[in-house]
């Protein structure tokens, strides 16, 4: 069964930084490409980040690029956002999710909240 | 801002059919996947590719395609089918995902 479980989200002041994590199991991680997808609050799904198997491409939504970085361990079956200068319009439940094209994700996590707010 | 357009709000009478609509230039070239989303859950893939449906999801969805107009349609709509539904492109410009549609099951 796959399994995505995300971790890491909170309460941060503008500005400030945040590392999220996603664990994977139930498939091998180090096949597929994988996806970093934000909902804010009574708003539709925004697609943040996608990165390849290897790690050899890397994508950004606008509005995010400069101050996110998507990273994966394969060895540990783990995908990463780190979250930088962030922004109250950046509030969000972000989930991780696995791709089946490169911005096209099939199964998702839970979702773990940010909340941007001084 | 979504490059794929969705109805904000769509409903259908219990046991009727309703078919929810996505437009964008992408879908010239790609299918459409959809999502099914319900009250603080993570969004179920329910239709990919061609019209594909993952294991689990019943056969009352199916999806459809014409020009830059992506369909899915919920044949004989049950109470646990209200939620809402997005629908995905690959390489669509700006976000992949539209906007959504609210469906009411009356």
């Known amino acids: 069964e796959v399994q995505l479980v995300e971790s890491g989200g909170g309460l941060v002041k503008p500005g400030g930084s945040l590392r999220l994590s996603c664990a994977a199991s139930?498939?091998?991680?180090?096949?597929?490409?994988m996806n970093w997808v934000r909902q804010a609050p009574g708003k539709g799904l925004e697609w943040v980040s996608s990165i390849s198997s290897s790690s050899s491409y890397i994508y950004y939504a606008d509005s995010v690029k400069g101050r996110f970085t998507i990273s994966r361990d394969n060895a540990k079956n783990s995908l990463y956002l780190q979250m930088n200068s962030l922004r109250a319009e950046d509030t969000a439940v972000y989930y991780c999710?696995?791709?089946?094209?490169?911005?096209?994700?099939?199964?998702w996590g839970q979702g773990t909240l940010v909340t941007v707010s001084s | 801002s979504s490059e794929l357009t969705q109805d904000p709000a769509v409903s259908v009478a219990l046991g009727q059919t309703v078919r929810i609509t996505c437009q964008g230039d992408?879908?010239?070239?790609?299918?459409a996947s959809w999502y099914q989303q319900k009250p603080g859950q993570a969004p179920v893939l329910v239709i990919y590719?061609?019209?594909n449906r993952p294991s689990g999801i019943p056969d009352r969805f199916s999806g459809s395609s014409s020009g830059n107009t992506a369909s899915l349609t919920i044949t004989g709509a049950q109470a646990e089918d209200e939620a809402d539904y997005y629908c995905?492109?690959?390489?669509?410009?700006?976000?992949?995902f539209g906007g959504g549609t609210k469906l009411t099951v009356l």
């Open positions: 992408s879908l010239r070239s790609y299918y």
């Open positions: 590719g061609k019209n």
């Open positions: 139930g498939f091998t991680f180090s096949s597929y490409s």
């Open positions: 995905n492109s690959r390489d669509s410009s700006g976000n992949p």
């Open positions: 999710a696995r791709a089946v094209t490169v911005t096209t994700p099939d199964y």
